[in-house]
DNA sequence: ATGACTAATAGCATTAGA
């Protein structure tokens, strides 16, 4: 069983390139960042022509989650990471499909830092640290994907000098990402590839793709039960190079049964 | 030190992204 994420930035500029990907990779759920459109203006009725039944939680202008799965409706658990009555922003979908728990999530970037965006992301971060817990907790399979907007190593960028600012790799950053990890989760594609240099991003800017200039901030965490029946991840790396594409590659993992 | 590009919304540029 394939499970996917895809930094989509705007379905409706996407979508051939999405209906695409959906053909040509077949993924059993498929998670959706940016699609960046109120709820009204969710393509449902594409997905269905291909066979995809999805939820959403759509933001005017930017934000906005979407899970798909291939022959039935994901089943939502919790819409809005909890922690906060105020947060009203569109960046996380937790759904049951398929017999697993799958959490989409769109983590604040938190550029410019230090400054009130870096504090909301290191906020979100705390929140998303304790309703993890509670689903490990659960002792469901579960797994946590999509654009962490965290760069977690040296090793998963082309250059740390060209991002040492950034809020993606600061040391608070990196510091909340790795007390997910320490909680249990398995980040999928590190464990696979763990002397680093795999991309799921590369700038629009300055020639970025050409040169190869990514990094990686699109994971996927594993609970044990589900790191457990890891047989395969990648990055579906070639779409990034097609026309009209997103500046993110969508991800993978693949699971036993 | 800045901009480069792209998308969305509402203009006759600005915000946000990363």
Redo the contacts with the bound molecule.
Sequence with gaps: MRIASF?I??????LPRLLEWLAETRPAVACL??I???DE?FPAAEFEQIGYQAVWHGQ????GVAVLADGTRPVVVQQGLPGDPEDA?SRYLEVEVFDTRIVNI?L??G??QPGP?FDYKLAWMERLRTRMRAIMAEEVPAVVLG?Y?VIPTDRDIWSPKAMAD???MQPESRDAYMRLLADGWTDAIATHNPRGGVWT?W?????AWQRDHG?R?DHALLSPELADRLLACGVDKDHRGRE?A???APIWVELHR
Excluded: C, M, V, W
Aim: net charge positive; proline share 5%; hydrophobic share 20%.
């Design positions: 930094n930035n705007g379905i409706k500029a996407r960042q940016e960046k459109t109120q203006g005017k202008g930017f934000n922003q769109y604040p970037n550029n410019p965006k654009d907007n950034d809020a993606l991003y700038d629009y800017q300055a020639g990094f901030i009209k997103s500046d993110h």
